[in-house]
């Protein structure tokens, strides 16, 4: 090619040096001869010319938005759903997200730094990565430490594009303590929550909130927390002033509570509203159907006495159990409402009608009775087992003062008149309903040390009559646990040496140093540990669930 080009510019010189001479001899006549002699060389460029490769096209415009575009799908993509109200120094839960309307994969920033002025976010960024038409959200929480109304920007951001949205909401002060609260009885239509906004402040920490029932003083919820843990929530309809400052100072005692026999309190505080947020469980011993069997009746409340017995080891005594407050988990029996009937009596108005069915007589007559302690606790036990064994509280009747003069005065009609089965529980039943505190069991280990006798009894009975391998397991487990629970090592120590023969590989070695355990501390004479029985619980929960490995 450029020795062509060279021979070209030869020709183009020789050319133009005839023309231009034929152009001085023959003047016009010469220009047009000379057009001739060039006529070939014109001809052959603009062949060349055309023969030449296509300059590049341009490169298509990539199927991208144009700038103004993307900040438009930025702008209408953001999702932003705060609760209508913050409080003060409260965290609240905004739900945040995107939605990719446009034509392709976007990846989108979403900046808080600006709400940083106004309290704490986290996290400050979000970051979504969205295929087209996708959408996505998350939650931030904010905890706003200026009251006020709230204008801030977030800013939306993909690749070089930026947006701002401003946003705005209200930032009340607290409700302060004893400020009435009121709850919109409303709040239930047709199993949709159409709550209050100080209700929503709340609720907005939570996924999946469903009302569960009610009860005379509050509602209780199911939730999802943000860590995924289902929760159960209890809000009362309303507090007066004193019941709210006797609401704080309960649940901090409950809230000292751990013990596998007791519901678990989480979180409790009286803003937005007074909550309590605990343990969820899937049943109550009201849910039961009743009559129960003796045998069940003792084995759970053994267990509620195992809960009972830590909590009167703190000088914690209860005061209201009742079957709606005995909550299962599991089949495992959990107390639940610590120190809420101060707070129910407290706000109780005077037009609610208020039963003592499970009242104990010195929670009736002070005077005459005397002040209530842990054998009140006991009575309410007993209450509690009577209607378990017959269906019917053992102290009927129209109002108050006559169910009140019944609990006061009179015997109940014997528990084994009712249900026939229910007689062998009848006389530790008659004993926990003693009028006089100094006639019932003195403590909770007492009444065990009865139910363990009676309990034991009937398994012992069961495995001496059992041929089947995996029941006798199941009764030798239960009687070590009883004995355990008791805290009495030789007897544990009798049926964790039956329960080896129904084991092998590593449950029974696992059973072999529960027992060498039990075996120094019957030797040196020592208390048997919680660590111990749980290790216990465990071997025997496997065993019974037929894990012999
Ligand atoms: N932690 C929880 N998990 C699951 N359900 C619960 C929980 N706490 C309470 N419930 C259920 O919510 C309902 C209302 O309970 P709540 O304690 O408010 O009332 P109650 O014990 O029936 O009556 P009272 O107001 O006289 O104590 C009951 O059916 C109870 O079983
Ligand atoms: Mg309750």
Same mark, same amino acid.
């Given at each position: ?84 109200? %913050? ?5 609240? #839960? +905004? =739900?945040?997200?995107? !939605?990719?309307? /446009? @034509?392709?994969? *976007? &990846? ?33 929480? %904010? ?5 006020? #109304? +709230? =204008?801030?920007?977030? !800013?939306?951001? /993909? @690749?070089?594009? *930026? &947006? ?40 907005? #920490? ?344």
């Amino acid at each position: 090619m450029p020795k062509r080009r060279h021979d070209m510019t030869g020709d183009f010189i020789r050319r133009l040096f005839i023309s231009l001479f034929l152009i001085y001899l023959l003047k016009s006549f010469g220009i047009l001869i000379a057009l001739f002699i060039f006529m070939p060389l014109i001809i052959e460029l603009l062949r060349e010319f055309e023969s030449k490769p296509a300059p590049p096209a341009p490169r298509p415009i990539p199927p991208d938005l144009p700038r103004q575009d993307i900040r438009e799908v930025l702008r209408r993509g953001l999702i932003f759903d705060p609760p209508t109200e %913050f409080y003060l120094n409260t965290e609240s #839960r +905004i =739900k945040v997200g995107f !939605k990719n309307t /446009s @034509s392709k994969r *976007l &990846v989108v920033n979403i900046l808080f730094d600006d709400l940083e002025r106004y309290g704490e976010i986290s996290p400050n960024r979000l970051r979504f990565s969205l295929k087209e038409g996708e959408a996505r959200y998350t939650f931030v929480k %904010f905890v706003p430490r200026k009251a006020g #109304r +709230i =204008k801030a920007e977030i !800013k939306a951001k /993909s @690749s070089i594009f *930026l &947006v701002r949205i401003p946003v705005e909401f209200k930032v009340l002060e607290p409700l302060r303590e004893g400020v009435e609260v009121v709850v919109s009885e409303s709040e239930v239509e047709k199993g949709k929550i159409n709550v209050t906004s100080s209700l929503k402040a709340l609720f907005s #920490r939570y996924e999946e909130v469903e009302p569960i029932g009610e009860g005379g003083f509050a509602r209780v919820y199911k939730a999802r927390r943000n860590d995924g843990k289902i929760v159960a929530l209890k809000i009362p309809y309303h507090l007066t002033e004193q019941a709210g400052k006797i609401f704080l100072r309960e649940v901090s005692v409950w809230s000292q509570l751990r013990h596998k026999n007791i519901v678990e309190l989480y979180d409790a505080n009286i803003v937005p509203v007074p909550y309590i947020e605990m343990e969820f469980c899937g049943g109550s011993l009201a849910k039961l159907s009743k009559p129960l069997h003796w045998e069940k009746i003792a084995k759970l409340i053994f267990e509620v006495c195992e809960g009972l017995k830590y909590a009167h080891s703190k000088d914690i005594i209860h005061r209201d159990l009742k079957p709606s407050n005995i909550l299962l988990k599991d089949d495992v029996p959990k107390i639940s409402d610590w120190g809420l009937s101060k707070v129910v009596t407290e706000s109780r108005s005077t037009t609610t009608s208020f039963t003592p069915l499970y009242a104990a007589p010195e929670q009736i007559s002070r005077s005459r009775f005397g002040q209530t302690d842990e054998r009140t606790d006991i009575w309410q036990l007993g209450v509690l087992m009577y209607e378990l064994a017959t269906g019917r509280v053992p102290f009927e009747g129209e109002d108050f003062v006559e169910i009140a003069g019944k609990i006061t005065m009179e015997k109940p009609v014997s528990a084994s008149a009712i249900n026939p089965d229910a007689k062998p529980l009848e006389p530790i039943i008659m004993k926990c309903l003693a009028k006089r505190k100094e006639e019932r069991y003195q403590s909770v280990k007492e009444l065990q040390r009865d139910l363990a006798e009676l309990l034991g009894g009937r398994y012992r009975q069961e495995l001496g009559r059992s041929v089947d391998f995996s029941r006798s397991a199941y009764y030798a487990g239960q009687l070590l646990l009883l004995y355990l629970r008791l805290g009495d090592a030789k007897e544990a120590y009798k049926y964790a040496l039956d329960l080896r023969r129904y084991t092998r590989g590593k449950i029974q070695r696992e059973l072999e140093e529960l027992i060498e355990g039990l075996e120094i501390r019957i030797n040196e004479g020592l208390p048997v540990p919680k660590e111990l029985v749980e290790k216990a619980e465990i071997i025997v929960h496997k065993v019974s669930s037929g894990f012999i490995e």
